[in-house]
């Protein structure tokens, strides 16, 4: 449903800092495949995102999302049709808005809608259902502003708020890692909840190894613009930690001394 095609990323090309952050990607992704994307520092994880999410261009390559070449169509046509949540809770919603509003926006915006007679008692139930599937309380708040909110309310909520109407594709950048562990292992939970339930094909990105393995039925690894490491099924259910700093020793030819990766004990 997704692939890219030899998708190659340059900033600042043809100057000193001219610095090659994808290399000849490709990639084939497939209906319902919830891939969560780990990598060293620096290793074009976050920009392989954005490359997908129309934010910067491509210097080569074609990405194609449902057999249609998406390369040259503009960030705010895909999101349409690619939801995103971002490491920081304040992006992703109107913060001096209410959760009503929000939600009201996102169901208009996404589905092309209009809200001729206003928030009707349906909808606003419909609302209500989607929040409580939250397990924060966040039902009871429609009327709250969202800058009110905690970090993780707002990670739920602009969750919510991105698969309302279910996206083609779902982008999660570090969704979890500005938020301490209980509640990253609450907003984990929802997303894999969401995400299964509806189907939604995924890519996640996660700076936790134990997390990157747990979670979706796919993981790649990216080192220095390039994807390492891509294993999914029964390979991937049976893996480990240790097993993966291994596998990615002999893929990138060093030793595993990355201390942003953790290896899931803090979170
Ligand atoms: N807009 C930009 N302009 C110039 N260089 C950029 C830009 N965005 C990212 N880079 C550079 O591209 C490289 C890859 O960055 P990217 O954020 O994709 O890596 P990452 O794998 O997500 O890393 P991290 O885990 O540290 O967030 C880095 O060297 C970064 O400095």
Redesign the pocket.
Known sequence: MLELKGVTKI??AGTVNE?V?LRDINLKVDEGDFISII??????????LNVIAGV?PVDRGTILLDGRDITRVPEHERARFIGRVFQDPMKGTAPSMTIEENLAIAYCRNARRTLKWGLNNKLREEFRQKLAETGLGLENRLNYKVKLLSGGQRQALTLIIATMVKPKLLLLD?HTAALDPSTARLINNLTEKVVLQKGITTLM?T?NMEHAIKMGNRLIM?DKGQIILDIKGSDKTSLTVNELVGMFEQAAQRKFDED?IMLGARS
């Open positions: 900033f600042n610095n952050v990598g060293s520092n620096g290793a074009g994880k976050s920009t392989l910067y570090e990105i700076h990216m942003r």
